[in-house]
C-alpha cells in the first residue's frame, strides 16, 4: 500500500567528527515500558509523555509497536505528528516484526515524522528458532534481508535486533548482522532479550561483532554502522550491562523512564544518564538528556501507569537523596559533598529531604526548626530533642505537624520568660 517516501533524513552517524564520543538516547518507555503489566497507557497519556520524553533531550523515541493493534498505530501517528514534525524533535520510531505487514504498518505509523526509524527485529537464537518461530537459521537470514530491505524502501534509517542475541549461536550471529547490514540496516541493535547476561560478556559480543562484521567498520577508522544496547533487569544488570557495552563500542543505549519494561524492566534512562555526568571522569561520552528533567518526567510517568519508582530506586526514588542517620545528616549540612555524589536540584528534585526519625541528630532537628520558622535556644534545643527522640520510638517518621506540637511549651516558657 502507499506510503509516502519522506526519506529526507540522514540517518544519526558517527561519519561527523564533532560526535565522536556522543551516546544516543533511545527511550522505549512507550514500546517495551507501554507494553508491560500495569504499564498501560491511554492515547491522551501517551501524547503528553512523548512531549515531556522529547523535551527531555531523547534522540530516538520509540513510540509503538504499530502491527499490535489499531490503537498503537494511531498513538504513533499522533506522536509522529504532535511530537516529530518540528526539525529539533526526536526520531520517532515504531517496532515491526519481520514481517511484511508490521514493516507497512511501522511505515505508515511513522509517516508524519521528520524523522523516522523502522526497527524491525527477528529472534536469532536457536532456541526461539525451534521453540517460537519454527523456522531454520537459512529461512531466518532470509527473511532479515527481505524485510530490512523492504523497510529500507520506506525510510532510510533502519534498526534491525535480532532477538535473543546473546544466547544466539555466535558465529551465526555474525552472519545475521551482515545480511542485515548488506540489506541497508543503519543501527544493529544486540538485545539481552532475558537479561541473562553478565557485563563482561556483553561487552565481548559487541567486540567479536565490531571485529567480524564486515561494513560496520568505515575507512576512516569510524563506525558506519551504529551499534546499540538493550538489556534488561531480570538479574539486575541491566545499567551494568549496558555501561560495559558501550566501553566495548556501542553508540546508542536503548532505555526506559524508571526502568520499566517486560518483566523487570529494561536499563533505566535515569540510571545511565546520571552515570555519564557523575562518572565523566571514566567514561568520556556526550548525551543530550536536560538533567534537570529527569525527577519531573518520572514523576509524570507515575502518574500515568499503575505505580511509581521504589522509594529506594537510584535517581528518582523518593530515599535517593534522604539522608536519616544522624552522622550523615550532620554531614551533609555541614558539606553535602559528604554523602552526596550529584546534587538533588541536579536532576530536578526540589530539595534533599533530611527525613526525620530516631536516628535523626539534633542538628538536623535544630535546622528543621529554623525552616519552620523557630529558631531555637540551645536550652530548648535540649528539651525538644528529649521529647522528639521518645515520639520517634513511638512513631516512625516525624511530620513538621509533630514537630510544631512538641515546641508547644517551649514557647510557653518563652512567652512568659
Ligand atoms: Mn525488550
Redesign the pocket.
Known sequence: MPVTDTRTEPPIGPADDSQRSRVYFFD?TLR?GEQSPGCTMHRGEKLRLAHQIAALGVDILEAGFAIASEGDSESIRLIAREVGSSANAPIIASLARCKREDVEAAARSVEPAARARIHTFLSTSDLHLAAKLQITRAQALDQIAEMVALAKSYRDDVEFSPEDATRTDRDFLIKVCEVAIQAGATTLNL?D?VGYCIPRDYAQMFLDVRARVPGIRGANGEDNIILSA?C?DDLGLAVANTIASVEAGVRQV?CAINGI??RAG?ASLEELAAIFVTRRDKLPYKHNIVMSKLYPTSQMLAECIAFGAAPNKAIVGANAFAHAAGIHQHGVMVNPLTYEIMTPASVGVPHNSLVLGKHSGRRALEQRYVELGHPLTREQLNAVYTRFTELADRKKTIYDQDLLALLKPEQKVSAIA
Open positions: 522505549t517495551d538485545p532479550t538493550h534488561h536503548e519494561g517486560e529494561n
